[in-house]
């Protein structure tokens, strides 16, 4: 898997980094088990700073994404264990980010009906890209 990040983008550095690996194991590019980069080897890859790359990584362990191994880095978590990761708070941090999304949708005329659809539609897109890897 191939990964990039852009300095021009209004997400931080880590935060395409973080996007891009949980991306790729929802479509099945990166699989359970497969050792991801080094912090080192992928900061100079991408011309970043080492402290990016740990909290892309630090991100990702936090959510269940990927199990840090000691000295043999992180590593792709089985279902079972993001399920078993997975905790009340990044539910809450869900509902956050959904209820932001339609807030600004709202707050630029949209109505609930249209942002249901949209959800829906990108919603479908997700799943199905998943489907296909």
Known sequence: MLLRVSSTSEKPLYQQLRDQIVEGIAVGEL??????????S???????????????YA??????????????GAVV????EQ???????EDERMD???FDLALAFRARGGSLDAFAEHAATQAEK????????
């Open 83 to 89: 399920a078993s990761t997975r905790s009340r708070l």
């Open 96 to 98: 956050e980010l959904l």
């Open 59 to 72: 991100v990702l362990r936090d959510e269940g994404y990927v199990a840090m191994r000691g000295r043999s």
């Open 31 to 40: 699989l359970p088990g497969e050792k991801l980069p080094s912090v080192r």
């Open 77 to 80: 978590s089985t279902p079972g």
């Open 42 to 56: 992928l900061a100079t890859d991408l011309g970043i700073n080492l402290h990016t790359v740990n909290k892309a």
């Open 126 to 133: 997700a799943f199905s890209a998943s489907d296909r890897g």
